[in-house]
Nanobody, 121 residues
Framework: QVQLVESGGGLVQAGGSLRLSCAAS????????VGWFRQAPGKEREFVAA????????YYRDSVKGRFTISRENAKNTVYLQMNSPNPEDTAVYYCAAGRTLSTAFQYEYWGRGTQVTVSS
């Protein structure tokens, strides 16, 4: 079993920066791929970024490429999402998810409860 807890959300001005963290319990976390997803009010949940267990493969949705960076520290059981130059369209609840297979889809076995990110213009 893996339990995930997101943190670091809050209110940020457009053009600022914010770093989200996804802390995991469970010794097997370092062998799991991790994805970040988000859901804005009235919209469907969507993929944001994903990273392989070793960190050698990463994927991003087009709209965040060049602005967001996903990384991980397996020794700390933590995955990060660095958000630079966010804009109001990035406002959403952000969720991290972990699973055996690296994917841009929702097929992760474990999900956190999310952290709210609000970007003001």
């Amino acid at each position: 079993q893996v339990q995930l807890v997101e943190s670091g959300g809050g209110l940020v001005q457009a053009g600022g920066s914010l770093r989200l963290s996804c802390a995991a319990s469970g010794r097997a976390f370092s062998s799991y791929a991790v994805g970040w997803f988000r859901q804005a009010p009235g919209k469907e949940r969507e993929f944001v970024a994903a990273i392989s267990w070793s960190g050698d493969r990463v994927y991003y949705r087009d709209s965040v490429k060049g602005r967001f960076t996903i990384s991980r520290e397996n020794a700390k059981n933590t995955v990060y999402l660095q958000m630079n130059s966010p804009n109001p369209e990035d406002t959403a609840v952000y969720y991290c998810a972990a699973g055996r297979t690296l994917s841009t889809a929702f097929q992760y076995e474990y999900w956190g409860r999310g952290t709210q990110v609000t970007v003001s213009s």
